[in-house]
């Protein structure tokens, strides 16, 4: 979670611009829809000054309270938009990484995940031919010092990045999207705050 939280700071700057471009065309397609508004309630027939009065206030009451509410709704869903758009940025940043990063992360997540027995740890094929023995020595030498043993798996995991880790026959996904699917929710309240906090 911290790899992908660390990859998510950093496209904040990217998504503060793409935010204000969606928020302001948004906000544009929001004046364009007060106006229409304006101009339906302008055409209508007029019998009496009593009605004409009233049918304007009400008319332009009711057409403001709807382009108001469609504003909010259309910058509500321009940042959901935005967020769902970083998360993912965050996991093709993740899976890219050089491999020197990549496999720091690894370990980092790995130092979460080991479990005090006798197990294996499976990769992808790309990451399996990327691994360097001194990694593989970094994991041996993690599974140790919690208490258990870790070998590299001969056979490949289709997982785009990441690995599981198998304890017994039973596997535990370790892969980033899961990581990112488990904590969706709590990086995409990051991810708000962290664009959208002036804007509450």
């Given amino acids: 979670m911290t790899g992908l939280e660390t990859i998510v700071e950093q496209i904040l700057q990217e998504a503060q611009k793409e935010a204000e471009e969606i928020k302001a065309q948004a906000a544009r397609n929001a004046d ?17 000054r009593e009605k004409v009065a009233q049918a304007e206030k009400s008319g332009s009451f009711r057409a403001k309270s709807s382009s108001e509410l469609k504003k909010r709704q259309a910058i509500l869903a321009a940042k959901q938009s935005i967020i769902g758009n970083m998360l993912d940025k965050a996991y093709d940043a993740m899976v890219a990484l050089p491999d020197e990063e990549y ?24 990451d399996r031919k990327r691994l360097t023995p001194q990694t ?4 041996e030498q993690i599974a140790a ?7 590299v798996s001969n056979g490949n995991c289709d997982i785009d990045g990441g690995f599981i880790l198998i304890y017994g026959g039973i596997e535990e996904n370790c892969s980033f999207r899961a990581m990112l699917d ?7 309240d990051k991810v708000n705050e962290l664009l959208f906090v002036d804007n509450r």
Wanted: proline share 2%.
């Fill in 103 to 126: 496999f720091q992360v690894i370990v980092k997540c790995l130092e979460k995940s080991v479990q005090p027995k006798s197990g294996e740890i499976c990769f992808s094929g790309k």
């Fill in 145 to 151: 010092a919690h208490g258990g043993s870790l070998t």
């Fill in 32 to 48: 364009s829809i007060i106006a229409n508004a304006k101009k339906t309630v302008d055409k209508m027939n007029e019998e009496t």
């Fill in 182 to 188: 488990a904590n969706r929710e709590h990086l995409a």
């Fill in 136 to 139: 593989e020595k970094q994991i």
